[in-house]
């Protein structure tokens, strides 16, 4: 075998395993999507997992990226993503913000930023970034979910409001997992015993 050859076979790995990282981050962004959030007043019945997507050094790494090609908006997508997801929420604002500026009628990119504030407890700017969401699509049940937990979440929460939203997300998506988490959040809301939540994949 030619060192050519070789050099190119080792780059070919190189791509495979950066493509395999880059999956992994987009499944478990998936995943976070239509897990609850755990609010601050301990009244939650379903916790969200902790999630370590990535370890220091890939984040480094996408930062490398985004700074050789600040055009790569797919990078700082993922970037923002990997950092709300793996405990460092306020980090991805700058992120998320640069992305929202280059994306403004995203969907999904407004949702995934709305979960990030929502998070971090930053209920006024949480609301515009997922009402903006719902505007741009409202057929989402993920959206109404989350506009749900931000009503029952926020200082003095609207419980009516919350119930309403959770009703929206069934009637979206009827057959989905986020469908099963806001039956178990208006069981909640209604002094019923919450359904067992089941594990994603299960």
């Not at 790995?13 to 609010?39: D, Q």
């Not at 793996?86 to 995203?106: I, K, L, Q, T």
């Not at 929460?157 to 929206?168: F, H």
């Amino acid at each position: 075998m030619t060192k050519r050859s070789s050099s190119r076979q080792t780059q070919s790995v190189g791509f495979i395993v950066i493509a395999i990282l880059i999956v992994a981050v987009l499944v478990l962004g998936a995943l976070a999507a239509i897990l609850p959030i755990g609010g601050s007043n301990g009244e939650q019945s379903v916790d969200e997992p902790s999630i370590q997507v990535t370890p220091g050094a890939e984040v480094e790494k996408l930062q490398t990226q985004v700074a050789e090609n600040p055009d790569d908006v797919d990078t700082v997508v993922i970037l923002a993503d990997v950092l709300a997801n793996s405990g460092r929420v306020e980090e991805s604002y700058a992120w998320f913000e640069r992305a929202v500026n280059s994306r403004p009628d995203d969907a999904d990119l407004r949702l995934a930023f709305g979960r990030a504030l929502l998070r971090g407890e930053r209920w006024f700017d949480a609301e515009i970034q997922l009402n903006r969401a719902n505007d741009l699509d409202d057929s989402n049940a993920t959206t109404a979910f989350y506009l749900g937990q931000l009503a029952e979440q926020r200082p003095g929460g609207d419980l009516g409001a919350a119930r309403t939203w959770y009703q929206e997300a069934i009637d979206r998506d009827a057959q989905s997992f986020v469908a099963q988490q806001a039956k178990s959040r208006l069981d909640a809301l209604d002094g019923s015993p919450a359904s067992p939540t089941a594990s994603p994949g299960a």
